[in-house]
Every structure is written in C-alpha cells, then in structure tokens.
C-alpha cells in the first residue's frame, strides 16, 4: 500500500463548541498557523457558525464542513439540515456516523448509509467515522465491527463517489477520553478497512482511499500515530479547539 497516493487530511470536528464570534476568532488565529500546510485542513462545525467559517477562510487553505446532514432532500424533519441545503450555503465536507450521533441520537448503521448516499449525491465530501466500543475491542471483535459498519455505510456507494469519501476509523473508547489508540492499533484497523475497501472496490480504490485516526489525537501523539502507513491523517476533536495544537496536528501530517 503506498501512502505517498493519499493526500493527507487533518479534520477538525468542533461538536458543539463555538458561537460565531468565538469560531471566527479561532479561524483567525488557525490561518497564519496552517497556511503552509503540506495536506488538506478541514473544520468541522455547529450549523450555525457556518456562515461565519466560510467568510472567515475564505481565500486561506481552510476548508468547511458541516458535522452531520439528513437523508432526505426536505421535508418534515424539524431541526435537521439536508444535504442539499449545506451544498447551497458552499459547505464541501460533511461528517458522517460520529460515534457521538450513533451513542447519543439513534444513528445506526442503515441511516448512516442513507445520510452517505444523501451527502454524495448533492456532491458533498464525506467523512465517514467507524470505530468499536471498549466491549467489543475486549471481545476481540474490532475488525469485524469495523468491516461491518464500513459495508453497510458503503452499500449503493459506486466507486466513483467512493473517491468522495474519506474514512475515519475513531475508537469509541478514545475519543474525548485522553485515552489513545496505540499506533500500532490504528495502523492495524486502518489497514483492515482498507483492505475491506479492496474487496468491495478493488486495490487502486483502496490504495487511493484517505483513512484518517480519530481518538485524543493531540499536539504530543500526532506525528507517532501519522507516520504510519495506513493513516492518512485525522479527526480530531478537542485538540482542534486550540489553534496552536491544532496546527502542530497539520504539521505532523504534512512532512
Ligand atoms: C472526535 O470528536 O471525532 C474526536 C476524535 O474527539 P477527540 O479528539 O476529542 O477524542
């Protein structure tokens, strides 16, 4: 598997932190920080601050996403957005399936793989985030999990929208926890996925596929866990609440 046919991508997922003030603020400071950066930035953040991060980076190297989107393109679904309606205010990137909205809001494998297909069509970029629960990596069962929930949220996906979505394989157990998945553990299950990649798309698509680390990656662990061959970057949650931090992660990724 070469890594040098991925173009690194370092998310940040902001959840449900920052007033529009306060993310305009942190973009200001990120920008200088970033802006030589040798891979793709991306913040992810509440609805609401999207405006003022797209005004904010527009013209710098700092991309938008939003942090979930529905399946259908409108209708009686109070207080969800649709994929078409991030599309139309400029938003590129889109996370899908965070461990927090399958946890927290009911989101299953099937509505994952509707919200996927639903973001692809209005010419999103995904990213998509699978990982497994404590239990299960106990059980001994995290690549299967992980291969399980990356079929069902893949099914009906071609391949040629697969070059629109990037995977994150985020254990559930290290993300917000301080608790990291060694490097060695993240390069394992990102090479499962991407060999689960392979068997239902083939090896160029697999090789081409960006699979990012997700779990308490921060300014310390960074460069370890991205110098492994299978990972292509991260999501990353608190640490891309702190511009500094953050752009130490973009760094990391960018050697
Ligand atoms: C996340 O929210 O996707 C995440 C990885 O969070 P944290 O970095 O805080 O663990």
């Known amino acids: 598997m070469n890594k040098a046919l991925r173009r690194p991508v370092i998310a940040g997922n902001w959840k449900m932190n920052k007033t529009p003030d306060e993310a305009k603020a942190l973009i200001e400071e990120m920008k200088p920080l970033v802006a030589d950066a040798d891979?793709?930035?991306?913040?992810?953040?509440?609805?609401?601050?999207?405006?003022a991060a797209l005004e904010a980076t527009a013209g710098s190297n700092i991309k938008?996403?939003?942090?979930?989107?529905?399946?259908?393109?409108?209708?009686?679904?109070?207080?969800e957005i649709s994929a078409p309606m991030l599309k139309a205010v400029g938003v590129?990137?889109?996370?899908?399936?965070?461990?927090?909205r399958r946890q927290y809001f009911g989101e299953t494998d099937v509505t994952v793989n509707k919200r996927t297909k639903a973001a692809l069509a209005s010419g999103l970029?995904?990213?998509?985030?699978?990982?497994?629960l404590l239990e299960q990596r106990?059980?001994?069962?995290?690549?299967?999990?992980?291969?399980?929930?990356?079929k069902i949220a893949l099914g009906d996906v071609s391949a040629e929208d697969l070059k629109n979505v990037i995977i994150a394989y985020e254990?559930?157990?290290?993300?917000?926890?301080?608790?990291?998945?060694?490097?060695?553990?993240?390069?394992?299950?990102?090479a499962a996925i991407r060999a689960c990649i392979a068997e239902l798309y083939g090896k160029d698509a697999a090789d081409a596929t960006v699979?990012?680390?997700?779990?308490?990656?921060n300014a310390k662990n960074a460069a370890e866990l991205l110098a492994q061959p299978d990972v292509d970057g991260g999501l990353i949650g608190g640490a891309s609440l702190k511009a500094q931090d953050f752009s130490v992660i973009v760094k990391a990724a960018s050697v």
């Open 92 to 100: 590129p990137y889109v996370i899908i399936g965070h461990s927090e």
């Open 171 to 190: 254990p559930v157990w290290a993300i917000g926890t301080g608790r990291t998945a060694t490097a060695e553990q993240a390069n394992e299950v990102n």
């Open 39 to 51: 891979c793709d930035v991306v913040v992810c953040v509440p609805y609401v601050d999207i405006p």
């Open 211 to 217: 699979i990012q680390y997700g779990g308490s990656m």
């Open 138 to 150: 106990e059980q001994g069962i995290t690549e299967e999990v992980v291969r399980y929930q990356t």
């Open 64 to 79: 938008v996403g939003a942090e979930n989107c529905h399946w259908a393109e409108s209708g009686a679904f109070t207080a």
């Open 125 to 132: 970029k995904v990213i998509l985030c699978v990982g497994e």
